[in-house]
């Protein structure tokens, strides 16, 4: 009688007990539009009209709609159509393909899991904050969708008159915009920012980053990376790109990141970048390498 009227989006079924808005269910039943499932120790499958698959982990709870799954503990995964996504901590994991994979845990953080395809996560406002490729992950600090701020660890390089970060986690390719990048190109650095909303001018990227902290971790080692990306590890003498400008309505998202307290080495946190003036005095770019072994 609770669910008089509500659409019947699909079935849920486990080995064992679960609960449906907190009545015991064994076996199977019906899922309505919007209801809560908590599993015990067993795990679910979902199987929705509109051929999503999902599934949840032993003790994990979510309520279910016919377009997305909000993650309230435990583990959620979804194989299906990629307008369907899970959000957990205020963040949104879409597949990138229909065939895709995606499996998203929480525990004190968020750790987002890419079983086949691509998986996009996305902030509160909509901005891409990671593409995650087949085979990786990523974990995102449970404020991650309040404080804006993004931690990439890999090899600073230079192409197309930009600069790009290789993440040596996710393998992904960001554009970095900050001042003062030039003496840290060719080395592994770790950069704190705010991701915008800007298209990446080099093709290979997938976002753009509002760097407000650069910190160097290694000197040199990264002639492999440039050449996989077909990039430079070093900047002619003179050039423009030693002042590289921030894009414009980056301002803010600087500002925040300046302010925020946060260590350079803290997990992925994300925010939107906004509009305002230019507030990058905050960047570190620690000295020039000594090394260029790969």
Known sequence: MAFAGTPVIGIITASGHFTLERSVVWGNSTLFDGVTVETQ?????LALRNGAKLQLGAASRAKVWQNRLLLEKGVGQIAGPSSYGIEAGGLSVHAGTDNARVRVGMTDRIEVISLAGTARVMGRSGVLLAAIPSGRRMSFA?????NGVVTRTGC???????YILQDENTQEV???SAPNLADN?????EVTGATSSAKPAVAIATISLVATNVVQKSQGGCLSAASALDAKTEIAPGSAA???PLPAGAGAAAAVGAHTGLSTGAIVGIVAAGGGAAAAAGVLAMGKKSSTSP
């Open 41 to 45: 120790g067993a795990s679910s499958e």
């Open 142 to 146: 449970m404020q991650a969708a309040e």
């Open 156 to 162: 600073l390089l230079y192409k197309d008159g930009h």
């Open 174 to 176: 960001l554009e970095v």
């Open 185 to 189: 190109v060719g080395n592994r650095v």
């Open 242 to 244: 030693a002042t590289d």
